[in-house]
């Protein structure tokens, strides 16, 4: 079936430094990629997607391109913020149609010190 | 739009309770989930929901029901609480169709139980 795996976290980082997020993936057909983000005491919520190879997405900062090559889809930005401290996960849609549903990664928690 | 709203956020049971957690959606999304999130182990799809009337089991169903009697409401109910059911429970909704990309889930602020 379907995975989605994460490098092992935790991740703590000074205000400024730069980020990777590394995410691979196994998946059969074209599935699109996400990357969700947890703040403390909060729902997930979603921070950028990608649909197809090739794809980038972004948001507030953060990247990440769909690399169909190295099924992988890592999260970057070049200079994390306190307020970025959050936990992070990559997932996957099936894109199956109707029952399609999403498959997440454990999750990794960033913490950006002052 | 108050999006997904669960309650409640938190609950102590004990052993052998039994309660429901429920879960509202005001955007008419006929899609519906509850994810139980472990630390470490990310979040595990227990039931989901294509429309009124439709139910589903996930990847951890056992221990669990749901019913969707409405567009807007999709509860969780545990009969016979057991320690291992102690998480954090995460409703979430989204659009029909599974488009690609369509799959953009909205999620409630999530209910956290213990059971001791």
């Known amino acids: 079936g379907d995975s989605v795996t994460q490098m092992e976290g935790p991740v703590t980082l000074s205000e400024e430094a730069f980020l990777t997020i590394n995410c691979t993936y196994t998946?059969?057909?074209?599935?699109?990629l996400f990357w969700y983000v947890q703040y403390p005491g909060e729902g997930l919520q979603l921070l950028l997607k990608?649909?197809?190879?090739?794809d980038k997405g972004s948001n507030k900062g953060f990247e990440a391109t769909y690399r169909k090559e190295t099924t992988s889809f890592h999260l970057e930005k070049g200079s994390v913020q306190v307020s970025d401290s959050a936990v992070y996960f990559c997932?996957?849609?099936?894109?199956?149609?109707?029952?399609?549903?999403?498959?997440f990664g454990k999750g990794i928690t960033l913490s950006v010190r002052p | 739009n108050a999006g997904v709203t669960q309650t409640p956020k938190f609950r102590i049971l004990k052993i052998g309770q039994s309660m429901t957690l429920q879960c509202a959606q005001d955007?008419?999304?006929?899609?519906m989930y509850w994810y139980r999130q472990d630390p470490g182990m990310g979040l595990k799809l227990i039931y989901y929901?294509?429309?009124?009337?439709?139910?589903d089991k996930g990847e951890v169903p056992n221990g669990y029901n749901v019913s969707r009697s409405t567009t807007e409401d999709f509860p969780l109910r545990l009969e016979l609480a057991a320690p291992s059911q102690t998480s954090v429970y995460f409703c979430?909704?989204?659009?029909?169709?599974?488009?690609?990309?369509?799959?953009?889930?909205?999620f409630g602020a999530g209910s956290r139980l213990t059971v001791l």
């Open positions: 955007m008419n999304h006929n899609y």
């Open positions: 997932a996957l849609s099936d894109n199956t149609g109707a029952n399609s549903k999403l498959t």
């Open positions: 990608a649909t197809k190879a090739d």
């Open positions: 998946a059969t057909g074209y599935p699109s």
């Open positions: 979430a909704s989204r659009i029909s169709g599974g488009a690609a990309g369509a799959n953009v889930l909205t």
């Open positions: 929901s294509v429309g009124a009337g439709i139910t």
